[in-house]
Nanobody, 126 residues
Framework: QDQLVESGGGTVQPGGSLTLSCKTSGYRHPNYCLAWFRQGPGKEREGVACIDDNSQTKYSDSLMERFLISQDKYNNIVSLHIERLRPEDTAMYYC????????????????????WGQGVQVTVSS
C-alpha cells in the first residue's frame, strides 16, 4: 500500500557531500510527515530531519547545520542533502512516513512512524 524506497547512498570521503532520495509510492495522506532517520553501528536509531505537507521542517539540533531535507511533490520524492560528512555520519539512513494530525508538527520519534523504507547505507571513510 505505502512504499518508500531510498537511494543515493554510498561511500564518501570525510568533508564530502551526498544527497539521499526517497521515492514514495501509494502514500496518499493529505497531511503527512516524511522523515529521515539513521542508525549507526552499535547505536540507536535517531531522527535526522522531517518535513510535512506544508514543507515545514524540523531538524535534529546537532545536525541541522549540515543537513537539509526537501521534497519534490510532483515526483513524490523526499531528499536529504548532507554536507561536510564526517565518519560519525556512517549509518543506515531510513526514510519514514506517517500521517499528521492537523495542527501538529512532525516529530522525530521513530516509534511514531509506521511506514519505512529498507534503508540505504552511507559510509564516510578515507
Amino acid at each position: 500500500q505505502d512504499q518508500l524506497v531510498e537511494s543515493g547512498g554510498g561511500t564518501v570521503q570525510p568533508g564530502g557531500s551526498l544527497t539521499l532520495s526517497c521515492k514514495t509510492s501509494g502514500y496518499r495522506h493529505p497531511n503527512y510527515c516524511l522523515a529521515w532517520f539513521r542508525q549507526g553501528p552499535g547505536k540507536e536509531r535517531e531522527g535526522v530531519a522531517c518535513i510535512d505537507d506544508n514543507s515545514q521542517t524540523k531538524y535534529s539540533d546537532s545536525l541541522m547545520e549540515r543537513f537539509l531535507i526537501s521534497q519534490d511533490k510532483y515526483n513524490n520524492i523526499v531528499s536529504l542533502h548532507i554536507e561536510r560528512l564526517r565518519p560519525e555520519d556512517t549509518a543506515m539512513y531510513y526514510c519514514a512516513a506517517k500521517s499528521r494530525t492537523w495542527g501538529y508538527r512532525c516529530a522525530l520519534r521513530a516509534d511514531m512512524y509506521r511506514t519505512w523504507g529498507q534503508g540505504v547505507q552511507v559510509t564516510v571513510s578515507s
